[in-house]
């Protein structure tokens, strides 16, 4: 049975399927248009936020997955690739998880910026963004409840991690000028010192991360519903 919870236990594993989910309930487990359900006493996890859901599923019901997901009907859904394609869903497009302990000291110095800069140095083509008013809200309450950490050079670079317990997601990194992504990169993996860092990338981008003291953990996916 689906049910709905206000409660989660915290990260004990790098999944970043829960790692998101359980960000997301740090930040937004008192407002009501935010979502959060379990099956079964923990089999599976999901959230539910202006239309986007995670799923994170370890020995759940997949045919009950199937039907709940029908019924609420989400935009979009993240999750590991395996139990995406294993509830059927198609056109899934996959990426590759990967991690590193956050075990950089000291502090690399960026430039403080408004949440519209930020925004206008990650908008672009090869990275999918929300629309800027959410955008903008989101990083805020994030950062001002001490959930989330940027890094940024004005009109350069930037990059936004998400965090809880003793993990981080890499919620977006972008690098406008040659040899910057490796610094703002750095820079983050300061900021979350101690901490397990994990980040969704494409095959393309592999080479980069691994250069930086990534591993590949498994693949996640992204499914968008069809217009």
Not at 117 to 140: M, R
Not at 182 to 205: D, F, P, S
Request: a neutral charge; charged letters at 25%.
């Amino acid at each position: 049975m689906i049910t709905l919870i206000n409660t989660l236990p915290e990260a004990s594993f790098p999944s970043a399927e829960y790692i998101r989910l359980k960000c997301l309930f740090d930040c937004y487990k008192d407002d009501k248009d935010v979502l959060f359900w379990e099956q079964d006493g923990g089999k599976a996890y999901f959230s539910l936020a202006g239309g986007d859901m995670t799923v994170f599923c370890e020995k759940g019901d997949t045919d009950e997955i199937k039907e709940f997901i029908s019924v609420i009907s989400p935009g979009t859904i993240f999750g590991s690739l395996k139990v995406l394609e294993r509830i059927g869903l198609k056109g899934v497009h996959s990426v590759y998880v990967m991690s590193r302990k956050a075990d950089i000291l000291g502090e690399t110095l960026g430039d403080s910026l408004k949440s519209r800069e930020i925004y206008d140095i990650l908008n672009v083509k090869e990275f999918s963004l929300p629309e800027y008013p959410y955008f903008a809200v989101d990083l805020c309450r994030r950062l001002n409840r001490g959930l989330g950490d940027y890094f940024a050079i004005r009109d350069k670079c930037a990059a936004v991690s998400f965090h809880t317990g003793d993990y981080a997601l890499l919620n977006g990194i972008v690098s406008r000028e040659k040899g910057l992504g490796t610094v703002a990169l750095k820079a983050i993996l300061q900021k979350n010192y101690g901490r397990e860092l994990l980040l969704c990338c494409e095959e393309n981008l592999i080479g980069f991360y691994e250069k930086n003291g990534f591993k590949k953990l498994y693949k996640a996916g992204y499914w968008c519903k069809q217009a």
